[in-house]
């Protein structure tokens, strides 16, 4: 049984019982089969509780849980009084706690009215409140039992408990105090009314009506004015040992006054406190129970959890907290930023996954554990010869091939200025510097593949073509791209849902991941660039989603029409808050960002750039926002080059 707020004490050990008497019957409650003894009737409660509202099942289906599976319910006898207190099953609880334990206590609202509160949680004035309201009846009676309460199963033996009562009694008849169950039949009700003038203090014993009239009859068992109106607090005391019950009650919980003892026999399988009212005038009440214990195990000092956060280090790392408190209120939102010396692995403890940052619910003390490690392979640096000194990777197609790219799909074809092909219309081929562009050109219909034609740089510039080996850049590395692209004269703007992409950074997923759009491209929307990045924190993604994206830039295409726009990106590649990605086009600046911007992959993202114009892939269900007047896309690309850490703007801009 988990403790509220980490406090709980709750004994759970058996002392050997001497058992003198046989198991005379069975009785079904609430589905579950209870053992009786000493010829306890043996029908099931049959009478109906109204609008019950009962958290976690049938009040009484959770009665004796452990011990009717493991054990027969034996009442205990005369003899069995040398059992002691201490092998008493019931919790302790001082409701200092964000909620109700479930595991441990079930609420019963039988007329369906009521409520029940936890006020005052990680403070010295933490407590249960339960409500009843004006205008109906919620008593204890021969009727029945139709008081809200909150209850726990316990099991059959010696105990005694001591609940306080932080509400006085000031309007006649209203009632609160502590209920011993056997079941709905038989029980004790033992409690503090208001008579009008005075607090009493009340006992009584419940069982089955053998003669017609009312379902149940009682024994008092005491009545007496302990007190005038409205005294507060009051403590209520009840010792069981066999057969045998003691009543005493206490002002201040350290005078203690005996009321009464007397015999009753009982299989006991519940207790708890409860909240009623009576009479003609049925007046509302708020029952405030400020603890409920086991006084041979109470909480002690009572209310004294807090809601505190531990932050553990696995790992070379730090891990920020914002806000930073010695404790917390209940439901305050923490959020966790881990940061890495190499790598992070993932959250344990009470924050569970790789999400950085991570937040968590304060509802108790948590504790919380971040794992570092290194990940091999992501900080070595890159293993190329480049061509000159200060590039990693040229792509001029002044070979007069694809050297240095494979594709998918449809294949690019390199073009010499001023010549034409007749697999498309338009002038003669731009170049942008020297004499050879790439050519990205689609047909919806006559294209051997409808929707791609793209170019995906190879490890080298110098591999021969169609070698697929993929450049991959290193997340951690700092790079500078440059390029140029040709948008022609004729291109018009497609239907809205019917984009493209003309550059793109793909992700590499780790195995088992799924193949994600890229996280970061020029995509074309009908008549814009649209500069879109995306990141995940996560060490393993099981679907599609991301952590997080944005747009960067969004810009007018058509002005750009028959004419070289040169691009210039500048990216710091991290899945952390170290990262960067600043923009340029035609030597201005449109963007800059810090912070995440790639996968949490091991391996870094690949390079593509040509036409990619999903909606037209057969099948596609976006087909339909697409301007079917609209049947060609063609650019041209040029002047690509990447250089590493050491290289600039100037380096790489076309």
Same mark, same amino acid.
């Given at each position: 049984?988990?403790? =509220?707020?980490?406090?709980? @004490?709750?004994?759970?050990?058996?002392?050997?019982?001497?058992?003198? @008497?046989?198991?005379?019957?069975? %009785?079904?409650?609430?589905?579950?089969?209870?053992?009786?003894?000493?010829?306890?009737?043996?029908?099931?409660?049959?009478?109906?509780?109204?609008?019950?509202? =009962?958290?976690?099942?049938?009040?009484?289906?959770?009665?004796?849980?452990?011990?009717?599976?493991?054990?027969?319910?034996?009442?205990?006898?005369?003899?069995?009084?040398?059992?002691?207190?201490?092998?008493?099953?019931? @919790?302790?609880?001082?409701?200092?706690?964000?909620?109700?334990?479930?595991?441990?206590?079930?609420?019963?609202?039988? %007329?369906?009215?009521?409520?029940?509160?936890?006020?005052?949680?990680?403070?010295?004035?933490?407590?249960?409140?339960?409500?009843?309201?004006?205008?109906?009846?919620?008593?204890?009676?021969?009727?029945?039992?139709?008081?809200?309460?909150?209850?726990?199963? =316990?099991?059959?033996?010696?105990? $005694?408990?001591?609940?306080?009562?932080?509400?006085?009694?000031?309007?006649?008849?209203?009632?609160?105090?502590?209920?011993?169950?056997?079941?709905?039949?038989?029980?004790?009700?033992?409690?503090?009314?208001?008579?009008?003038?005075?607090?009493?203090?009340?006992?009584?014993?419940?069982?089955?009506?053998?003669?017609?009239?009312?379902?149940?009859?009682?024994?008092?068992?005491?009545?007496?004015?302990?007190?005038?109106?409205?005294?507060?607090?009051?403590?209520?005391?009840?010792?069981?040992?066999?057969?045998?019950?003691?009543?005493?009650?206490?002002?201040?919980?350290?005078?203690?006054?005996? @009321?009464?003892?007397?015999?009753?026999?009982?299989?006991?399988?519940?207790?708890?406190?409860?909240?009623?009212?009576?009479?003609?005038?049925?007046?509302?009440?708020?029952?405030?129970?400020?603890?409920?214990?086991?006084?041979?195990?109470?909480?002690?000092?009572?209310?004294?959890?807090?809601?505190?956060?531990?932050?553990?280090?696995?790992?070379?790392?730090?891990?920020?907290?914002?806000?930073?408190?010695?404790?917390?209120?209940?439901? $305050?939102?923490?959020?966790?930023?881990?940061?890495?010396?190499?790598?992070?692995?993932?959250?344990?403890?009470?924050?569970?996954?790789?999400?950085?940052?991570?937040?968590?619910?304060?509802?108790?003390?948590?504790?919380?554990?971040?794992?570092?490690?290194?990940?091999?392979?992501?900080?070595?640096?890159?293993?190329?010869?480049?061509?000159?000194?200060?590039?990693?990777?040229?792509?001029?197609?002044?070979?007069?091939?694809?050297?240095?790219?494979?594709?998918?799909?449809?294949?690019? $074809?390199?073009?010499?200025?001023?010549?034409?092909?007749?697999?498309?219309?338009?002038?003669?081929?731009?170049?942008?510097?020297?004499?050879?562009?790439?050519?990205?050109?689609?047909?919806?219909?006559?294209?051997?593949?409808?929707?791609?034609?793209?170019?995906?740089?190879?490890?080298?510039?110098?591999?021969?073509?169609?070698?697929?080996?993929?450049?991959?850049?290193? =997340?951690?590395?700092?790079?500078?791209?440059?390029?140029?692209?040709?948008?022609?004269?004729?291109?018009?703007?497609?239907?809205?849902?019917?984009?493209?992409?003309?550059?793109?950074?793909?992700?590499?997923?780790?195995?088992?991941?799924?193949?994600?759009?890229?996280?970061?491209?020029?995509?074309?929307?009908?008549?814009?660039?649209?500069?879109?990045?995306?990141?995940?924190?996560?060490?393993?993604?099981?679907?599609?989603?991301?952590?997080?994206?944005?747009?960067?830039?969004?810009?007018?295409?058509?002005?750009?029409?028959?004419?070289?726009?040169?691009?210039?990106?500048?990216?710091?590649?991290?899945?952390?808050?170290?990262?960067?990605?600043?923009?340029?086009?035609?030597?201005?600046?449109?963007?800059?960002?810090?912070?995440?911007?790639?996968?949490?992959?091991?391996?870094?993202?690949?390079?593509?750039?040509?036409?990619?114009?999903?909606?037209?892939?057969?099948?596609?269900?976006?087909?339909?926002?697409?301007?079917?007047?609209?049947?060609?896309?063609?650019?041209?690309?040029? $002047?690509?080059?990447?250089?590493?850490?050491?290289?600039?703007?100037?380096? %790489?801009?076309?």
């Amino acid at each position: 049984m988990a403790a =509220i707020g980490g406090r709980r @004490a709750r004994l759970q050990t058996w002392a050997p019982i001497m058992v003198l @008497a046989a198991l005379a019957s069975i %009785v079904t409650v609430g589905g579950r089969a209870r053992s009786l003894a000493h010829g306890a009737p043996s029908r099931p409660a049959t009478r109906p509780l109204g609008n019950a509202t =009962i958290i976690r099942g049938s009040p009484w289906a959770s009665t004796l849980a452990s011990c009717s599976a493991s054990k027969p319910l034996e009442r205990a006898s005369a003899i069995d009084k040398v059992q002691t207190l201490e092998d008493s099953s019931i @919790a302790s609880d001082d409701f200092n706690a964000c909620s109700l334990d479930a595991d441990l206590w079930t609420f019963s609202d039988p %007329v369906g009215d009521c409520a029940y509160s936890l006020t005052g949680t990680f403070t010295q004035d933490a407590k249960l409140s339960i409500s009843v309201p004006g205008g109906s009846s919620h008593n204890v009676w021969d009727d029945g039992n139709y008081a809200p309460r909150v209850m726990q199963a =316990i099991s059959d033996t010696d105990f $005694e408990i001591e609940a306080k009562f932080d509400s006085g009694l000031s309007q006649k008849y209203q009632i609160q105090g502590i209920l011993i169950y056997q079941d709905e039949d038989h029980f004790l009700r033992l409690d503090f009314h208001s008579d009008g003038v005075g607090t009493r203090l009340y006992a009584a014993a419940f069982e089955p009506n053998p003669y017609p009239g009312s379902p149940l009859t009682h024994s008092l068992k005491h009545v007496d004015t302990i007190a005038g109106a409205d005294v507060a607090p009051l403590y209520l005391r009840v010792r069981r040992q066999g057969d045998e019950w003691t009543l005493r009650y206490s002002f201040d919980g350290a005078t203690w006054t005996n @009321a009464v003892t007397f015999d009753h026999s009982l299989v006991v399988g519940e207790v708890g406190v409860f909240c009623g009212n009576a009479g003609s005038a049925l007046p509302a009440h708020t029952a405030h129970i400020d603890y409920f214990f086991n006084t041979t195990s109470p909480i002690d000092p009572e209310d004294s959890a807090r809601a505190t956060l531990t932050v553990e280090i696995d790992g070379s790392g730090t891990v920020s907290v914002v806000p930073e408190k010695p404790s917390y209120d209940c439901g $305050e939102v923490v959020t966790l930023s881990a940061e890495p010396a190499e790598w992070f692995e993932d959250w344990s403890g009470d924050l569970t996954g790789t999400d950085n940052p991570g937040t968590i619910v304060m509802t108790g003390s948590k504790s919380v554990t971040a794992s570092f490690s290194f990940k091999p392979g992501v900080y070595l640096p890159l293993a190329m010869t480049p061509p000159f000194s200060n590039y990693l990777y040229v792509g001029d197609f002044e070979r007069a091939d694809l050297s240095g790219c494979f594709w998918n799909q449809n294949k690019p $074809e390199v073009v010499a200025v001023d010549t034409q092909v007749d697999a498309g219309p338009g002038p003669p081929h731009p170049v942008r510097g020297g004499n050879y562009s790439m050519r990205a050109y689609l047909h919806r219909y006559n294209s051997d593949y409808s929707y791609r034609t793209m170019c995906i740089l190879c490890e080298r510039d110098d591999m021969p073509a169609g070698t697929r080996e993929a450049l991959e850049l290193q =997340i951690g590395g700092e790079y500078w791209i440059g390029f140029s692209i040709f948008v022609p004269p004729g291109f018009s703007a497609d239907g809205d849902g019917c984009g493209e992409l003309w550059f793109q950074f793909q992700a590499v997923p780790d195995p088992g991941e799924l193949w994600r759009s890229p996280i970061l491209a020029i995509h074309v929307p009908q008549d814009r660039y649209s500069i879109t990045s995306k990141w995940d924190t996560r060490v393993f993604t099981e679907d599609m989603s991301w952590t997080g994206t944005t747009t960067l830039a969004s810009l007018p295409v058509l002005p750009d029409r028959g004419r070289w726009v040169d691009w210039v990106f500048h990216v710091n590649w991290s899945w952390q808050g170290d990262g960067l990605v600043e923009i340029w086009k035609d030597g201005e600046r449109i963007a800059v960002r810090d912070g995440p911007n790639c996968s949490n992959d091991r391996e870094g993202p690949r390079i593509s750039f040509g036409v990619y114009k999903w909606p037209w892939r057969p099948g596609s269900n976006a087909a339909a926002n697409c301007n079917p007047s609209i049947v060609e896309r063609l650019i041209y690309v040029d $002047e690509l080059r990447i250089a590493g850490h050491d290289g600039g703007y100037e380096a %790489v801009a076309p």
